[in-house]
């Protein structure tokens, strides 16, 4: 690997060397080119750096201070399906059939009762509309939404003493790379 003198404008050691490099978007790859953030793996120290900004925001730790690595569900999946199994409770169904049914039966109940027509079918469009809206809202939910979120986003997370970073992978390429990576730090902790 290349002999850079700083990553992020943040020097490194004079007799420090790039190990491996981690990135969210692309996984363990061997420039700083994507603008996620980045582990950076030298030979005695692991730098984080969770955003862009040049310097503005790191984190340094020694290698001897790694209590723990984990690879772990991020919690953005969750929140996702959370509100993908909300959303195809046949609940938004059921309204939106009982709106439909209201609309139809105002129209019918005011347009005989009322001399202005205008008001029953004003009153029955506007609730059968409220339905639709109901119903297309659980269909959406129900077939196309589980199309979009079949990707898991994983977290890389390391624990050092009281310090805990996280690392969002967005994609699966990343998040595939989380283990090698691992193991890659622990043998450059294990080495003398």
Known sequence: MNRPTAIRNIPFLSDEKVVQMFDSAKGMTSEDTSPGELFVLTTHRLLFFPQTNSGSEFSVVPLSEIDCLSKKR????????????????????????????????SYLVLGYNSDSLTIALTMGITLSLLGLLFVGRYLVHRFKLPQFYTEEDQDLILNAGSLLLKLTCT??????????????????????
């Open 74 to 105: 991020s919690n953005n999946t969750k929140n996702i399906e959370l509100l993908h199994s909300k959303s195809k409770s046949p609940k938004s169904l059921y309204q939106g059939l009982s709106f439909i049914f209201a609309g139809i039966l």
């Open 171 to 192: 994609n699966n390429q990343s998040s595939n790379q989380i283990p090698n990576f691992i193991n890659i730090i622990m043998r450059t902790r294990a080495r003398p």
